[in-house]
C-alpha cells in the first residue's frame, strides 16, 4: 500500500501545470520526432540535454520532458512505417512488414488506430509493471555496494556484447571507447589530470552534452545524407477507414497481450530496447499463429496480428526501460542512458538508493509515464493526418535546424569554440565507426557508466587493499558474475539463438 | 584492406595513444591500492584486444555500400567545420545565414531557398534562445544583432 501512496504523490508532481505542459508538449515533439525519418528519440534527448538547463528546468521536470519525448518517437514511427514503407525509428521496422501491405490494400487508417491502440496497451501494461517491480527490486538492489555495482556493470556490459549485435566485439569497442573518454579530465580521487594535453576546455572532462549531440545528432546528419533518395516527393497512401471496429480490436487482443509482455522482459534487460522486442514480439506472433490458425495466416501481406504484436512489444519495452535505469542506474538503451547522464549533470547520484532519496523525481516520472500514454493515444487517433503532413518537410530544412539547434545547445554549456569543434569532430568520427558496424548506444553507456564503474572498482580494492578477489566475495556478485558469463557464452554454444539473432537484428535504438 | 582491419588498425594506434599518455598517471601521494592510472589502462588494452581481434578475424567486407567518402559528405563536414570555427567570430545571426546556405544546398536545396532557411532559422532562433531563454549567443562584428 506504500507504493500506491507514493503514487498518488508522484500522480500530485506529475499533474502540476508545468509537468502537464512539458508532458504534453513532449508527445507531440515525440511522435514529431518519431514521424521523421532520420530523426529518432536518441537524436531528439541528445538535442534537448542542453536546452533543458537553459530552460532552467527541475529534475524531475526535464526527466519528464525527455521521457514524452522518448515514448512519444515510438508512437510516431509508426506513422511513416505504415503510410509509406519507411520507419522512422530502428524499432519500426518490422512496423512496416505488416503496416504498409495493410495501407496499400486501403485500410491505413485501420491500421494507424489499432497500432495507436496497441501502443497505448502495451504502455499501459509496462507501466503498471514498473509499479509492481520497480520498488521490490529498488529495495533489494539497495544492499548493493560497490562490489555487487562492479558485478552489476559487467553484466550490463556482458548484455550489451551479448545480445545486442551480431559482431559483440564491436559493442564492446564502442564500451571501451566510452569508458576512455569518462576518464578524460580530473581525477576525483588523486586530482591528476588525465588526458587534458594541457587544455583548460578538458580540465573538468568532456562536456556530456557535446559528446551526446556530436554522437548522435551531428553524425545522424551525415548518415542522412548518404541513404538521401533523390527524386519528388514520397507518395502517401489514402487513410481510408480512420478507426478499427470491434470485430478487428477482438481479432488482434492476444497478439497484443503477448506482445506487450515480450516487450516488458526485453525492455527490462540492459542493452535490448524496442528494436530487439518488437523482433522477438513479431517472431512469435508468427509462430503462434502458424500453429493455431495456418488458413488466417496472412503474415507478410498485411496480418493485423503482426501489427498488433509488434507495437505493443515497442512501446512495452520503452517503457519498461525505465525500470534498470530507476532502480539499478544502469540504463538498458541509449536513449535512457543519455537521461541518466542528465540526472549525474544535476548531481543526482543514479541508483538504487534514488527511491529513497529522490521519491519526487522516481514517482513523478511514473506517473507522469501514464499521463504521456494517455496524451498520446488521445493525439495521435485523431491527428495522426496533421503527423503525416510531416513526412513533406524537406531535408533542406530540417537539417539546418538540427545543426543550429544542436550547435546552439553545446554552446550554451561552456560557450567555447573548442566544444562546437569538437561536437563536429566527435559527428564526422562516429559518423565513420557507425559505417564500419560499431554501434553507438554501447559507447554512451560506458560513457555514463564509466565514471560509477572507476569509483566503484577503487572503492571496493580499497577495501581489500588491492586483493582483487573482493570483487566475488558476495553471493549477489557472484550470481552476477555467472549471468554474465551466461549471457556471453550462450550465443556462442546455441546455434539456434545465433541464428535467431542474426535474423532479428538490425539496428539497436 | 577490409574495413574490419582498418577499423581493428585505428583502435590499436588509439589504445597506443591511450597508453603513451596514460602511463605516467600518477598521484604523489597514494591513498588507495589502485590510482589513476590503472583504468584508463584498463579500458586502453580491452581496445587493443578488440582491434587485434578485428584485424585477425575480420568479418566479411561490407559490399553493398561504396568504400570511399563520397564529395557531398566531405562539403556537409567541411560547412559544419566552419560554421563551428566561424560560430564565435561572426557571430550568431550572420554564421547561420551564411553557413545555412550550402548545408541546405547539398540536401537538395536551391540557393534562394538554403538562403531563406538559413535567415528565418538565424533570426528565429536568435530571438527564441537570446531574447526569451536567456542563452547568450555570440554577437556579431559589428557588436550587436549583426
Known amino acids: ?509 | 584492406m577490409t574495413q574490419d582491419r582498418f577499423l581493428g588498425l585505428a583502435a590499436i594506434a588509439l589504445a597506443a595513444v591511450m597508453v603513451i599518455f596514460g602511463y605516467g598517471l600518477q598521484a604523489p601521494f597514494a591513498y588507495e591500492p589502485v590510482g589513476p592510472r590503472a583504468f584508463p589502462l584498463m579500458a586502453a588494452a580491452a581496445i587493443a584486444v578488440c582491434g587485434i581481434i578485428l584485424v585477425l578475424k575480420p568479418g566479411e567486407a561490407n559490399t553493398e555500400e561504396g568504400s570511399g567518402i563520397s564529395r557531398p559528405i566531405l562539403i556537409l563536414s567541411g560547412c559544419l567545420l566552419a560554421y563551428a570555427l566561424l560560430f564565435q567570430p561572426l557571430g550568431f545571426v550572420l554564421s547561420t545565414t551564411v553557413l545555412m546556405v550550402p548545408i541546405a544546398m547539398v540536401f537538395g536545396a536551391s540557393w534562394w531557398q538554403g538562403l531563406i532557411t538559413g535567415a528565418a532559422l538565424a533570426i528565429s532562433s536568435y530571438l527564441l534562445f537570446d531574447k526569451l531563454l536567456d542563452v547568450i549567443l555570440p554577437v556579431g562584428p559589428f557588436g550587436g544583432f549583426i
Not at chain 1, 537553459?54 to 505504415?82: C, K, N
Not at chain 1, 545524407?225 to 488482434?252: C, D, H, V, W, Y
Open chain 1, 1 to 509: 500500500m506504500e507504493t500506491l501512496s507514493y503514487l498518488a504523490h508522484g500522480f500530485g508532481i506529475a499533474l502540476a501545470p508545468t509537468n502537464l505542459l512539458l508532458a504534453a508538449i513532449g508527445a507531440i515533439v515525440g511522435t514529431m520526432v518519431g514521424v521523421l525519418p532520420g530523426l529518432g528519440p536518441i537524436n531528439a534527448v541528445a538535442m534537448l540535454v542542453p536546452v533543458v538547463f537553459a530552460l532552467g528546468l527541475t529534475p524531475e521536470s526535464s526527466l519528464i520532458l525527455m521521457a514524452a519525448i522518448y515514448i512519444g518517437s515510438e508512437y510516431g514511427g509508426r506513422i511513416s512505417a505504415i503510410l509509406l514503407n519507411v520507419p522512422g525509428e530502428a524499432s519500426a521496422v518490422m512496423t512496416a512488414i505488416e503496416g504498409y501491405p495493410l495501407a496499400r490494400q486501403g485500410k491505413a487508417g485501420i491500421a494507424l488506430s489499432l497500432s495507436a491502440w496497441t501502443s497505448f496497451v502495451g504502455s499501459a501494461i509496462a507501466t503498471l509493471g514498473i509499479v509492481i517491480a520497480a520498488p521490490l527490486l529498488a529495495r533489494w538492489a539497495l544492499a548493493f555496494g560497490p562490489i555487487e555495482y562492479v558485478a552489476l556493470m559487467v553484466f550490463a556490459f556482458a548484455c550489451l556484447t551479448g545480445l545486442l549485435t551480431d559482431q559483440p566485439v564491436k559493442a564492446l569497442l564502442a564500451i571501451m571507447l566510452g569508458l576512455g573518454i569518462s576518464t578524460i579530465g580530473i581525477d576525483a580521487n588523486s586530482g591528476v589530470y588525465r588526458y587534458t594535453f594541457d587544455s583548460p576546455n578538458l580540465v573538468d572532462g568532456v562536456q556530456f552534452a557535446t559528446v551526446v549531440i556530436g554522437l548522435f545528432a551531428i553524425s545522424e546528419l551525415l548518415i542522412m545524407l548518404e541513404s538521401m533518395k533523390g527524386g519528388a516527393a514520397p507518395r502517401i497512401e489514402q487513410l481510408g477507414r480512420p478507426l478499427f471496429n470491434r470485430a478487428e480490436m477482438k481479432f488482434t487482443n492476444a497478439a497484443t497481450m503477448r506482445g506487450s509482455l515480450i516487450g516488458f522482459f526485453v525492455g527490462i534487460l540492459p542493452g535490448a530496447g524496442g528494436t530487439v522486442a518488437s523482433a522477438l514480439a513479431y517472431t512469435t506472433e508468427k509462430r503462434v499463429v502458424e500453429r493455431t490458425d495456418p488458413e488466417g495466416s496472412r503474415f507478410g501481406q498485411g496480418d493485423m496480428r503482426g501489427l498488433a504484436s509488434v507495437e505493443a512489444a515497442n512501446n512495452s519495452a520503452s517503457n519498461s526501460n525505465f525500470i534498470p535505469m530507476l532502480t539499478l542506474g544502469i540504463p538498458s538503451s541509449g536513449t535512457t542512458a543519455i537521461m541518466l547522464g542528465v540526472l549525474t549533470l544535476y548531481n543526482i547520484t543514479p541508483g538504487p538508493a534514488l527511491f529513497r532519496s529522490q521519491p519526487d523525481l522516481v514517482w513523478g516520472l511514473i506517473a507522469s509515464l501514464f499521463i504521456g500514454n494517455v496524451i498520446l493515444l488521445a493525439i495521435n487517433i485523431p491527428l495522426v493526418g496533421l503527423f503525416a503532413r510531416m513526412l513533406s518537410v524537406p531535408a533542406w530544412v530540417l537539417v539546418p535546424f538540427i545543426v543550429v539547434v544542436s550547435t546552439i545547445g553545446v554552446y550554451s554549456g561552456k560557450s567555447t569554440t573548442f566544444d562546437l569543434v569538437l561536437m563536429v569532430a566527435l559527428g564526422v568520427g562516429a559518423y565513420f565507426l557507425r559505417r564500419f558496424g560499431v554501434p553507438m548506444a554501447p559507447l554512451i553507456l560506458g560513457l555514463v557508466l564509466g565514471k560509477i564503474l572507476e569509483q566503484s572498482l577503487r572503492r571496493a580494492l580499497s577495501l581489500s587493499a588491492g586483493d582483487v578477489a573482493i570483487l566475488w566475495s558476495s553471493p549477489i556478485a557472484i550470481v552476477l558474475w555467472v549471468m554474465a558469463a551466461l549471457v556471453l557464452l550462450v550465443p556462442l554454444l546455441m546455434p539456434r539463438f545465433r541464428r535467431w539473432r542474426e535474423e532479428a537484428i538490425t539496428e539497436p535504438d
